[in-house]
């Protein structure tokens, strides 16, 4: 039998060289050096248990005993195993706040803040003044205060945290009286109803989904209430005959009880955005302003920065919520306030904001500015794509994402692609949009309408070269 597969060109089982061989062999030294021993015997094995279970099946072509093709093969293994996970993407969606894709992108002096604290020991919970222990939130709730006109203020690691943690200290086996309109369901199938119960409140519902009046609140309130609650409606809106409740009357009615009023603000700006040409949105300025006594935010949506959960208010309230034990479990690490210090100080300075935060950049860039990149880029996709898609450069509309002004739209331009073949389009653009995000650094577009679409928005000028180098060859 095996002089027959070696009259075929095929080598038998016995045939296979040893591990210890191949270890010894020059073609696997790159490989050890790169990913050491433990791997590669790991991979070796692997591939060797491959090749016997084929031999003994049939043969297995004797270029592929060699050392350097299974030191070929070996590498690729290793290194695909090796890839980092999470990637560099080009969002081309549509959507700038894209929850999946990361949210906001850090400003150059948070990148360069976190990668400080990456490299060095910090004060995170030093007192540099008087040499004691100190409170990581002293590092932003100063900064805080300044640009919300809050008394105090605390962080977590997210909104939803933040909202927990507030049920739970200030509400715990009592009642929080929320509109009916406003029990709003975020990602991941994540609903407020829930967050409370998790948090030990009773929700106490009131209105109904489209009308809510003053008086419900008020016929509302009894013994066990702990709060008015506010909480916006950042990921849909409801139009039509509809009515609501502003803070300042929830917050006149909860302060003519004894009770607070507390806003969830969600997407929570720190500026006015209609000075920059975007759809107004409260801010948390006025919201406090409004009479809130607490409002939580987020810290990776209209504020730019990351992820993190915000609470200012009432410096009594603040005091409580950080006692909880819930707050240590929901602290945010020091690449958190890392990135987030010299967010806030970019506020600080609302003159360049529109320049160097790189969401309000992403947000405000004209469309002036994207159709002569769209027109450049729509030659270079073409040919990538090859004969069998047609690519135009055209208008679209952008949208902020992530739950904020969600009905509000940004003027944008991009390319279109569309099958030009027979048939229907569907599959042929799914191979496309499979190829785009095969690339070193993934595209990612949407589908509809029979397109393949692809907003520039996002796609910032000292980018497009490095977009440009990877469609320089035919996709398939």
Known sequence: MADQLSGAGLAAASDIPSLDRLLNAEALRPALATHGRTQVVAAL????????????????????????AVAARTSAA????????????????????????????????????????????????????????????????????ELTGAEAATVVNNNAAAVLLMLN?????????????????IGGAFRIPDIMKRAGAKLVEVGTTNRTHAADYENAIGPRTAMLMKVHCSNYAVTGFTKSVGVADVAALAH???????????SGTLVDLTQFGLPKEDTVRET???????????GDKLLGGPQAGLLVGRADLIRKIKK????????????????????????????????????LRLLTRPMRDIQPQAERLRGVLAHA??????????????????????????????????YAGSGRPGRHLDRLETLLRRLPVPVIGRIADDALWLDLRCLEDRDEAAFTAQLAEPLA
């Open 78 to 145: 290793l290194d695909e195993a090796a890839r980092p996970r999470l990637r560099a993407v080009y969002n081309l969606t549509g959507t700038v706040l894209h929850t999946n894709l990361g949210r906001a992108l850090l400003p150059d002096e948070a990148v360069a803040s976190v990668l400080r604290a990456l490299t060095t020991p910090a004060n995170l919970e030093f007192d540099l003044d008087t040499g004691g222990r100190g409170d990581r939130d002293d590092l932003i709730d100063d900064l805080l205060c």
């Open 288 to 298: 406090i302003a409004a009479g809130a006594d607490l409002v939580t935010f987020s």
């Open 324 to 359: 909880n034990p819930l707050k240590r479990a929901l602290r945010v690490s020091k690449l958190t306030l890392a990135a987030l210090e010299p967010v806030l100080q970019l506020y600080r300075a609302p003159e360049f904001l529109a320049q160097r935060l790189t969401t």
């Open 385 to 418: 794509a090859g004969p069998s898609y047609a690519v135009e450069a055209v208008p679209m509309f952008s949208q902020i994402g992530s739950g904020a002004l969600p009905i509000d739209q940004l003027p944008s331009y991009g390319l279109a692609v569309r």
């Open 169 to 185: 200290a200030l509400a715990d086996r009592r009642e929080v009286v929320v509109s009916r309109g406003e029990l709003v369901e």
């Open 45 to 68: 094995r692997r591939d060797l248990e491959a090749l016997r279970k084929r031999a003994l099946d049939g043969g297995v072509p004797r270029h592929e005993l060699e050392a350097a």
């Open 256 to 266: 003519a009880r004894g009770l607070p009023a507390t806003v969830d603000l969600g």
